[in-house]
């Protein structure tokens, strides 16, 4: 699993890439089952901190 953010001005989004044939765990600590999705490469995506295989989730999390 690679996780990382990105932020520029008040705006933060949230990239959670698992490169896995199996479903992973991203240990974010943040809550984003409320965050918006941004994009996705499945058809309907999963909330939360658990990947499926080589999925690819964007969040854009709350500003500063």
Do not use: C, Q, W
């Amino acid at each position: 699993v690679y996780t990382y953010t990105r932020e520029l001005g008040e705006e933060t989004i949230l990239v959670m890439l698992n490169f896995s044939d199996k479903e992973a765990v991203a240990g974010v600590g943040l809550d984003l089952l409320k965050a918006p999705i941004l994009i996705h490469n499945y058809p309907e995506p999963r909330r939360g901190n658990k990947l499926r295989p080589y999925e690819a989730v964007v969040y854009k999390m709350k500003g500063k």
